[in-house]
């Protein structure tokens, strides 16, 4: 016998891609939609001109600093050094004259709202609050009124730089023959 071959005839079939379709419709607009685009920021700068120089230097900007010692606290200028120095001690602070000296500054500087506490290492926590709590608003008298006014309400705090200690040694005498 032999075999006879038989015919196959094949009928083309169709490829069904309506699911990969179905995956790029969702897909391309969320890639879009969550794509970080690269921007470009220009930032403008207004340099001062040469004739610029002198009206910065006419202009003062106060840089506060009190530095809390264990014996005194010392107000001053970042730029320009000791305005004033409270001797103080663990018992007895002279919170007024303190006050006023503040309420003084901020009458010259009324802008400024910034003051930063440099603090020794053994000053303690209550000694912190109590000074944050003068440096920021004060109680002023005004002809029959006290009004709480604001002083410094910004506060950075840091650490006080440390004394500098004048070794003035006395020089021994050698007797020469």
């Known amino acids: 016998m ?12 169709e ?5 990969f379709m179905n995956l790029m419709v969702i897909l391309v607009p969320f890639l879009l ?3 970080v685009f690269s921007r ?13 120089k002198s009206q910065l230097e006419e202009k003062i900007k106060l840089q506060l600093e009190l530095v809390i010692r264990e014996n005194s606290f010392d107000i001053q200028d970042a730029s320009l050094g000791l305005i004033k120095r409270f001797k103080r001690s663990a018992e007895k602070t002279n919170w007024k004259s303190f006050t006023d000296l ?3 500054i901020k009458a010259r500087f009324p802008e400024e709202k910034n003051i930063t506490l ?9 000694t912190l609050i109590k000074v944050m709590d003068h440096v920021r608003s004060a109680d002023v008298v005004q002809v029959f009124e006290v009004q709480n006014i604001e ?19 006395t020089p021994s005498r050698v007797k020469t023959k």
């Open 40 to 52: 470009i920021t220009v930032l403008e700068l207004n340099l001062p001109g040469p004739s610029a």
């Open 15 to 19: 490829l069904n891609i309506t699911a």
């Open 33 to 35: 939609i969550t794509a």
């Open 102 to 104: 503040l309420v003084e």
């Open 151 to 169: 002083l410094f309400p910004n506060i950075s705090i840091g650490d006080a730089p440390q004394l500098e200690v004048s070794t003035k040694s």
């Open 2 to 13: 032999r075999l006879g071959r038989r015919k196959h005839i094949e009928d083309t079939v």
């Open 118 to 126: 440099l603090l020794e290492r053994k000053i303690d926590y209550k």
